[in-house]
Nanobody, 115 residues
């Protein structure tokens, strides 16, 4: 059974930092591209950051320079370090694992940035 379990969400103030973690089981983690997506109320789900099996990364323009994605294949974990958070970063953040036609999702974790 494939499981992606996110943690680390919460309520923070603008300018704060937060780190999300996603622990994965049931797949050959090292061979998957791991991603973080987010969905704000009334908006479509969007890619925030992704990291390939070869550790190449890409980021949405809106988070470049503020967010960092990393993976630990031994721990089967992918993290998203979020710095200088803004109110517009408020969303449910989802972890994803993708390889060829296989695509798995976590249940999501809420991040709210508000003063």
């Amino acid at each position: 059974q494939v499981q992606l379990v996110e943690s680390g969400g919460g309520l923070v103030q603008p300018g704060d930092s937060l780190t999300l973690s996603c622990t994965v089981s049931g797949i050959a983690f090292a061979f998957y591209t791991m991603g973080w997506y987010r969905q704000a109320p009334g908006k479509q789900r969007e890619l925030v950051a992704a990291i390939t099996e070869g550790d190449s990364t890409n980021y949405a323009d809106s988070v470049k320079g503020r967010f960092i994605i990393s993976r630990d294949n031994a721990k089967k974990t992918v993290c998203l370090q979020m710095n200088s958070l803004k109110p517009e970063d408020t969303a449910v953040y989802y972890c994803s694992a993708q390889r060829y036609t296989w695509n798995y999702w976590g249940q999501g974790t809420q991040v709210t940035v508000s003063s």
